[in-house]
């Protein structure tokens, strides 16, 4: 059974950082795109960055290019993203997701909450 | 940009929905549509603009390609009503629409 387990979530003032991770089970992880997506409260779905198995390639969506950083470690199956200069439209519960185009795989998510 | 029509649509327990969505430039068939639930992640429910994921009922199903697409769901049942979303992945960055509220009518 595909299991992705998110950890990392929580309470960040703006401007800070905060770092995610996403374990993985249940499938070969070296092996597939991973992706986050994440989704403010009571807000749509918002695709984030993904990269690719071996991280030679990666994307961001525009509004956090310079301030997330997405990687990857294959020896442990996990999965990060380092959130820097947080704000509060980065409110979110954060999904770590598997696959590089559509995914039937996703986290149960973590919440990130900007504010003072 | 995806936009989906319409932001809700209110149907009866037992009739059929049909949900659109529109890509601002073509898609092809890159296209999928998910089903959340309050307090859920998201589910797959097609992939390819029309081919249904695993374990997928047959009630759903997709169509179109290029820039116009619709999700159909027959039969509505009361775990049909949801939020639905749909999510091109011809470009990078991928994008979802805004999504569609289906609700009891």
């Known amino acids: 059974e595909v299991q992705l387990v998110e950890s990392g979530g929580g309470l960040v003032q703006p401007g800070g950082s905060l770092r995610l991770s996403c374990t993985a089970s249940?499938?070969?992880?070296?092996?597939?795109?991973m992706t986050w997506v994440r989704q403010a409260p009571g807000k749509g779905l918002e695709w984030v960055a993904n990269m690719e198995q071996d991280g030679s390639e990666k994307y961001y969506v525009d509004s956090v290019k310079g301030r997330f950083t997405i990687s990857r470690d294959n020896a442990k199956d996990s999965l990060y993203l380092q959130m820097n200069s947080l704000r509060a439209e980065d409110t979110a519960v954060y999904y770590c997701?598997?696959?590089?185009?559509?995914?039937?795989?996703w986290g149960q998510g973590t919440l990130v909450t900007v504010s003072s | 940009v995806m936009t989906q029509s319409p932001a809700t649509l209110s149907v009866s327990p037992g009739e059929r929905a049909t949900l659109s969505c529109r890509a601002s430039?073509?898609?092809?068939?890159?296209l999928a549509w998910y089903q959340q639930k309050p307090g859920q992640a998201p589910r797959l429910l097609i992939f390819g603009a029309s081919t249904r994921a695993t374990g997928i009922p047959a009630k759903f199903s997709g169509s179109g390609s290029g820039t116009e697409f619709t999700l159909t769901i027959s039969s509505l049942q009361s775990e049909d009503f949801a939020v639905y979303y749909c999510?091109?992945?011809?470009?990078?960055?991928?994008?979802f629409g805004q999504g569609t509220k289906l609700e009891i009518k």
């Open positions: 430039q073509t898609v092809s068939s890159n």
């Open positions: 997701v598997c696959g590089a185009n559509y995914y039937p795989y």
């Open positions: 999510q091109q992945y011809n470009t990078w960055p991928r994008t």
């Open positions: 249940g499938f070969t992880f070296s092996s597939y795109w």
